[in-house]
Every structure is written in structure tokens, then in C-alpha cells.
């Protein structure tokens, strides 16, 4: 997937377009998704222009990624799910169904979410 400038992600990340951040650091950007689909659901973006998962992991370089990982335990400890569990997801291509083509990792808590996949 190329990676498109223009997408919303790299509007937000551009300040063109608010959002309520959780957590922010060099390379990482959380904010709360605008269409929530549990009590907490967060979004981690990369800073960089990645479009997918794939992309990420193979062009981004070993400190964004170290950046990354990190930034995943501490939206956990801030959004409180430490302790009940939460699902991350990573939406990507035409069978993951991705609607943005910004990388970005799903946290999903503050209830049970149900089986991973319905069919
Ligand atoms: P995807 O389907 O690509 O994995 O997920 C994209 C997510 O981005 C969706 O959960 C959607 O609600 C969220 N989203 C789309 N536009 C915006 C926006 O402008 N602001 C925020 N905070 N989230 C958005």
C-alpha cells in the first residue's frame, strides 16, 4: 500500500484536524477514536508515513519501532486496563478491512469484547 499524504491521520498528525490525545511521544501519537466501539478504544499511530503494519515494520527505523512498542504499555497503564485485559488490532489491507491508511494499532477495553472474529 502507497502511503497517501493526505489521509486523516496525517491531518491530525499535521494539527488540521483535533483530537483528544492520550499519550504522545517523539515518534508515537494516541488518541481516543472517533467512533469508539468499546468504553476505551484508542488509537496508537506512528509519526512517521507508514501506511500499514508491513510498511511500518519493514521501512521504520529501529527506534521509531522501539517507540512504538513502548508507547503501547504506557496507553495501558494511563487508559487503566492494566489489570482487565484489552485487544489490540491491527486492521491492514482489503482483508483487514482498512478504512485509514496510516498505520495505527486498536486498543480495545473496559469491557469483555467477545469472540476475536465473527464470522
Ligand atoms: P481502520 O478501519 O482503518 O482500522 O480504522 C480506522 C479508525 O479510525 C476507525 O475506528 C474510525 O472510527 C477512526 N477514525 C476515522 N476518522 C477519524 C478521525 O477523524 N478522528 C479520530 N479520532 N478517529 C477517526
Not at 527506534?63 to 504499555?73: R, V
Not at 485509514?100 to 469483555?112: A, D, K, N, S
Given at each position: 500500500m502507497?502511503?497517501?499524504?493526505?489521509?486523516i491521520f496525517a491531518k491530525i498528525l499535521q494539527g488540521?484536524?483535533?483530537n483528544k490525545t492520550?499519550?504522545?511521544?517523539?515518534?508515537v501519537l494516541a488518541f481516543e477514536d472517533i467512533n469508539p466501539q468499546a468504553p476505551v478504544h484508542i488509537?496508537?499511530?506512528p509519526k512517521g508515513p507508514y501506511a500499514d503494519m508491513v510498511?511500518?515494520?519493514?521501512?521504520?527505523?529501529?527506534?521509531?519501532?522501539?517507540?512504538?512498542?513502548?508507547?503501547?504499555?504506557e496507553v495501558v497503564k494511563i487508559a487503566?486496563?492494566?489489570s482487565t485485559?484489552?485487544?489490540a488490532i491491527a486492521n491492514t489491507g482489503t482483508d483487514g478491512l482498512q478504512e485509514?491508511?496510516?498505520?495505527?494499532?486498536?486498543?480495545?477495553?473496559?469491557?469483555?469484547l467477545g469472540p476475536m472474529v465473527n464470522l
Open positions: 502507497t502511503y497517501d499524504s493526505e489521509n488540521e484536524i483535533p492520550i499519550y504522545e511521544n517523539e515518534h488509537l496508537i499511530i510498511d511500518f515494520s519493514t521501512n521504520a527505523s529501529e527506534e521509531e519501532q522501539a517507540a512504538f512498542t513502548k508507547s503501547i504499555s487503566q486496563l492494566e485485559g484489552f485487544r485509514v491508511p496510516h498505520y495505527h494499532l486498536h486498543i480495545l477495553g473496559g469491557r469483555p
